[in-house]
C-alpha cells in the first residue's frame, strides 16, 4: 500500500506540476510497475515466475458467530477474508465522505467544475492531490487482498487486467461509490463463473474471455442508458422553452 500511494505521488507530480497527460502517465507508470516487479522478483527473490514461501502469512477467512450457521445466508455471508468486509464498509465510508462531509464537496466541486471551485475559494491542486493520494492507498488495498489472501502468493501479471475491469466499473458507476460496487459484482461474480465453467471442460480461452465480455456488455448498456436519459432531459415542450426566453428577457 505504501508503494502504491508512492506510484500515486509520482503519478501526481508528473501530472499537476509537469502537466503531462493523465492517460499517458498511467499507461507509463502501468508498464513501469510491470516490468519493475517482474525484475525485483528475480533480482531480490531469486524467483522466475512466482514467488511462494512459508513465511509469508496471509489473512485467514473470518467465520462470523451465529451467522455461520445460519442456512445459505452463512455460506454467502461468513466465511470470507478480512479484507472482503473491510472493502464494503469502505464503499458506505467513501459515499458518506463524499456526500456528507465539506472535503467531499470539494473534491467533487473539482472533479465536476473546477472553474467553479476556484470562484469557490477551493484550492482545486491540492484536492487533486488528496484524491491521488487516497486513490493510491486503495489500489494497495486491492494488491493486498490479491497477495495475501486470494493466492497468498506473488506471481508476474498477478493482477490479470483487473485494474482495468476496476476503471470500467467507475465508468458505470458514473463515479458514484455504490453504483461503482455493483458493477463490480458483476464482474466478480462474471470471474467466479468463469472458474465454475471450466469444470464443464469449455476451451479455456472462452472461460478467460467471459470477464471482459460481461464488462464490454454492461458498459454498452450504460453507454445507451445514459444517451437515452439525455434525450429525455433535452425534450423540452415549447411552452417551457417560450418561459424561459420570457424570464431572460
Request: aromatic share 10%; hydrophobic share 55%.
Amino acid at each position: 500500500m505504501v508503494a502504491c500511494t508512492v506510484a500515486s505521488l509520482v503519478f501526481a507530480i508528473v501530472h499537476l506540476e509537469m502537466k503531462a497527460n493523465e492517460i499517458i502517465v498511467g499507461l507509463a507508470l502501468n508498464i513501469f510497475a510491470t516490468g519493475m516487479t517482474n525484475f525485483m522478483l528475480v533480482a531480490v527473490l531469486g524467483a522466475t515466475g512466482y514467488f511462494q514461501s512459508p513465511l509469508i502469512k496471509g489473512f485467514t477467512p473470518l467465520e462470523i458467530p451465529v451467522i455461520k450457521d445460519i442456512p445459505l445466508l452463512g455460506e454467502i455471508v461468513s466465511g470470507h477474508f478480512p479484507l472482503v468486509y473491510i472493502a464494503f464498509l469502505l464503499v458506505l465510508v467513501v459515499h458518506l465522505v463524499l456526500y456528507r462531509t465539506p472535503l467531499g464537496f470539494h473534491i467533487r466541486a473539482v472533479g465536476e467544475k473546477i472553474e467553479a471551485a476556484e470562484a469557490a475559494g477551493i484550492n482545486p491542486k491540492t484536492m487533486k492531490y488528496l484524491g491521488l493520494l487516497i486513490s493510491g492507498v486503495f489500489c494497495g488495498f486491492g494488491g493486498t487482498f490479491l497477495s495475501l489472501s486470494y493466492l497468498n502468493l506473488f506471481s508476474e501479471g498477478i493482477t490479470a487486467g483487473r485494474g482495468w475491469l476496476a476503471l470500467a466499473a467507475i465508468n458505470f458507476g458514473e463515479m458514484r461509490p455504490v453504483r461503482a460496487l455493483i458493477a463490480c459484482l458483476i464482474f466478480g461474480f462474471a470471474d467466479a463463473l468463469a472458474l465454475r465453467l471450466q469444470q464443464f471442460g469449455l476451451p479455456s480461452q472462452i472461460v478467460l474471455m467471459l470477464p471482459y465480455v460481461v464488462t464490454l456488455i454492461v458498459l454498452g448498456a450504460s453507454a445507451i442508458h445514459r444517451e437515452r436519459r439525455k434525450k429525455v432531459v433535452l425534450k423540452i415542450s415549447p411552452e417551457k422553452k417560450d418561459l424561459k426566453l420570457k424570464v431572460g428577457a
